[in-house]
T-cell receptor, first 115, second 114 residues
Framework: SQTIHQWPATLVQPVGSPLSLECTVE??????LYWYRQAAGRGLQLLFY??????ISSEVPQNLSASRPQDRQFILSSKKLLLSDSGFYLC??????????????FGNGTRLTVT | GNSVTQMEGPVTLSEEAFLTINCTYT??????LFWYVQYPGEGLQLLLK?????DKGSNKGFEATYRKETTSFHLEKGSVQVSDSAVYFC?????????????FGKGTRLSVIA
């Protein structure tokens, strides 16, 4: 069966420090991968999605970047964190093209607090 | 473009009360529609889905019917439990774009009190 792992579960970082959140998927090949952020009172915001290795689409210009070095690995990064980067970050995967009804499968999220 | 509008919360109900969370959508084609649930401290889980008009998705006592004429996909449950307390998200996918991410509503927080 397919599983998605996201870590760390919680993170407290000072302003200006770097960030690296990692997400890996097991039990499937060629998944679409996504990073979402959930900020208080703002719902679910899509940050990045990827349809293949090295292919990243950015939905919102900001202080963050994403990379997909391997088929089932998706990394969210920042060189210098801002206070506004605080939030709950969710990684997700879905089946590839041809199955638009394929649901998203989410990790358990990372609670990031920038101080 | 595609969009989803949900009723704003929070919604507070007593146990065994009837639940309705409204969701309407705007789409250029004929999207698939989803409800996701997020329990405290966790990621989102698929609750139910419907892929074409008049389809009814159901799971764990929750139901939603795809209404093309009113562009709606309201979530209902006849008798809620304390364990149903969570945030509920309505979402759509554009069938014409297999790789396009889901579009989510802003979420509705439900609190059920004993």
């Amino acid at each position: 069966s397919q599983t998605i792992h996201q870590w760390p579960a919680t993170l407290v970082q000072p302003v200006g420090s770097p960030l690296s959140l990692e997400c890996t998927v097991e039990g499937t090949s060629n998944p679409n991968l996504y990073w979402y952020r959930q900020a208080a009172g703002r719902g679910l915001q899509l940050l990045f999605y990827s349809v293949g290795i090295g292919q990243i689409s950015s939905e919102v210009p900001q202080n963050l970047s994403a990379s997909r070095p391997q088929d089932r690995q998706f990394i969210l990064s920042s060189k210098k964190l801002l206070l506004s980067d605080s939030g709950f970050y969710l990684c997700a995967w879905s089946g590839r093209t041809g199955a638009p009804d394929s649901p998203l499968h989410f990790g358990n999220g990372t609670r990031l607090t920038v101080t | 473009g595609n969009s989803v509008t949900q009723m704003e919360g929070p919604v507070t109900l007593s146990e065994e009360a009837f639940l309705t969370i409204n969701c309407t959508y705007t789409a250029t084609g004929y999207p698939s529609l989803f409800w996701y649930v997020q329990y405290p401290g966790e990621g989102l889980q698929l609750l139910l889905k419907a892929t074409k008009a008049d389809d009814k998705g159901s799971n764990k006592g929750f139901e939603a019917t795809y209404r093309k004429e009113t562009t709606s996909f309201h979530l209902e449950k006849g008798s809620v439990q304390v364990s149903d307390s969570a945030v509920y998200f309505c979402a759509l996918s554009d069938k014409g774009s297999g790789n396009t991410p889901l579009v989510f509503g802003k979420g509705t927080r439900l609190s059920v009190i004993a």
